[in-house]
């Protein structure tokens, strides 16, 4: 099991750029992806990428304010937030697929999940 440890949330205001950082303890291999949970909400798919990078899915709320992108030789995946809304507040999640390199929309496709980092963008 990977353990994967998020980084980078805060408080911001509308408009600012925030990274967020996620460090795995190990080499993953596979696909990988952001969620997000706001206050009595589903969780929602953000951002996944394989594991070359080759492939990226965005979810429709983000497309064009949001970059996935991942460094496999340190081991760590990231989510550049531009743009960002009050609609955006949430607690952010990486997660990583243990079998495939295949990226989906599904939270329960993906088996490895960290503790997540909260985001709040003030108006």
């Known amino acids: 099991q990977v353990r994967l440890e998020e980084s980078g949330g805060g408080l911001v205001q509308a408009g600012d750029s925030l990274r967020l950082s996620c460090a795995a303890s190990e080499r993953t291999g596979h696909a990988m992806a952001w969620f997000r949970r706001a206050p009595d909400q589903e969780p929602e798919f953000v951002a996944a990428i394989t594991w070359s990078s080759t492939h990226t899915l965005y979810s429709d709320f983000v497309k064009g304010r949001f970059t996935i992108s991942r460094d496999n030789v340190a081991n760590m995946l990231y989510l550049q937030m531009d743009s960002l809304k009050p609609e955006d507040t949430a607690l952010y999640y990486c997660?990583?697929?243990?079998?495939?390199?295949?990226?989906?929309?599904?939270?329960?496709?993906?088996?490895?999940w960290g503790q997540g980092t909260q985001v709040t963008v003030s108006s």
């Open positions: 997660a990583a697929r243990r079998t495939t390199n295949i990226v989906v929309r599904d939270p329960t496709l993906y088996q490895d």
